[in-house]
């Protein structure tokens, strides 16, 4: 069965890597525990750590005793925020071809794709880091 919704593996990380931040006890996490914890190598997961860092949403002690905690608390931690920190935006798309291919400009098609993409950047945008915890600690869905 295909999905609707693909995030890249880099992103799925990332939204993996905080859930795991916004559940630690004292905060701060190693990155071999997170590694270990979500079951990924350690070089790919640092990367995505890397980006996180740089715009804001984790900070990171060096050291034997350090490891990765969130930089803000998981209710201001948008999940587009995540996404925008490793894949960069989501754009207004309108075409499911690489290119648009259709010479019409009433495609319905088109306005159905334009739609779903905005419509996923909005959820996004509105979904928290403490919603999604919440939602895995009741068994619901987001």
Avoid: W
């Amino acid at each position: 069965m295909t999905e609707v919704v693909k995030f890249s593996d880099a992103t799925n990380l990332g939204f993996h890597a905080m859930i795991q931040l916004s559940q630690a006890q004292d905060g701060e996490i190693p990155l071999k525990d997170i590694a270990a914890a979500i079951e990924v190598s350690e070089a790919h997961l640092s990367k995505v750590m890397q980006r996180l860092r740089k715009v804001g949403l984790v900070s990171s002690t060096r050291g034997p005793t350090g490891g990765y905690r969130l930089a803000k608390t998981p209710e201001t931690i948008r999940f587009y925020d995540i996404l925008v920190a490793i894949d960069g935006p989501i754009l207004p798309r309108f075409c499911l071809f690489k290119r648009p291919v259709c010479k019409n400009a009433t495609c319905g098609l088109g306005k159905f794709v334009g739609k779903l993409n905005l419509n996923v950047k909005t959820y996004l945008e509105n979904l928290n880091l403490a919603q999604v915890v919440s939602i895995a600690n009741t068994n619901q869905a987001a």
